[in-house]
């Protein structure tokens, strides 16, 4: 059973402060996943990393991916009030028929921004 | 990136009424789309999977007959509550699933803007 761990649950931070969250997920995966979602939403996709080594980079966030180590992280720079959220990452895995994938969420990491 | 749309964004109703949540690609053809369950402060925990045409796969521990789940078109899914009660109030994320057209990877998801349902 594929089981992803996030950590920390919970970000309290300043603004200007750089962070990381971390994504430690259990068996082999297709891809990974990271979403924001704000109080009331939905979720709105970061990034998709699909290969061991990859990193990607939108703004004050950036996100890479071992699959050796079966890790994620998602970096913070200089935060700003504005990515005050919650952040998910989520594993993807092929199911037999269809074509599509799975995915299995972490339990989320809220982040809060201060002034 | 492809469109979902998910219909009604709120419902309220008194508990043993029936619900019914739609989920709708509106740009492409979802092969397959997915229902999953978010409780406050908590992660989404996936409901099931359906494909056009075929039934629904529960997740395990998802009853069958409480959550009814319809993929009739490949543009459209819905999700029926059935007898709710106040412990099925939610907030319910529908993704879908396609191919070619506006997808950059086969098999990426999109999701919905997710039904707040409130069973009082």
């Known amino acids: 059973e594929l089981k992803v761990e996030q950590n920390p649950l919970f970000l309290s931070m300043q603004e200007g402060k750089n962070y990381t969250i971390y994504c430690n997920y259990s068996t082999t995966s297709d891809r990974l996943y990271w979403y924001r979602q704000d109080p009331g939403k939905s979720l709105e996709s970061l990034f998709v990393?699909?290969?061991?080594?990859a990193v990607k980079q939108e703004g004050r966030l950036m996100a890479s991916l071992d699959t050796k180590a079966r890790l994620s992280t998602l970096h913070i720079t200089a935060a700003v009030h504005d990515l005050s959220a919650t952040y998910f990452c989520?594993?993807?895995?092929?199911?037999?028929?269809?074509?599509?994938?799975?995915?299995?969420f972490g339990k989320g990491t809220k982040l809060t921004v201060n002034p | 990136g492809a469109v979902v749309s998910q219909h009604p964004s709120r419902v309220i109703c008194k508990s043993g009424t029936s619900v019914k949540i739609e989920c709708r690609s509106l740009?492409?053809?979802?092969?397959?789309m997915f229902w999953y369950r978010q409780f406050p402060k908590q992660s989404l925990m996936l409901m099931a999977t359906s494909n056009e045409g075929s039934k629904a796969t529960y997740e395990q521990g998802v009853e069958k007959d409480k959550f009814l789940i319809n993929h009739a078109s490949l543009t459209l899914s819905t999700l029926t509550v059935t007898s709710a009660h106040p412990e099925d109030s939610s907030f319910y994320i529908c993704?879908?699933?396609?191919?070619?057209?506006?997808?950059?990877?086969?098999?990426?998801?999109?999701f919905g803007e997710g039904s707040r349902l409130t069973v009082l």
């Open positions: 989520a594993v993807g895995y092929r199911i037999p028929w269809g074509g599509s994938e799975k995915l299995v």
């Open positions: 990393l699909l290969s061991n080594g």
């Open positions: 740009d492409f053809q979802a092969t397959t």
């Open positions: 993704s879908a699933s396609g191919t070619g057209g506006a997808f950059s990877l086969t098999g990426e998801l999109f």
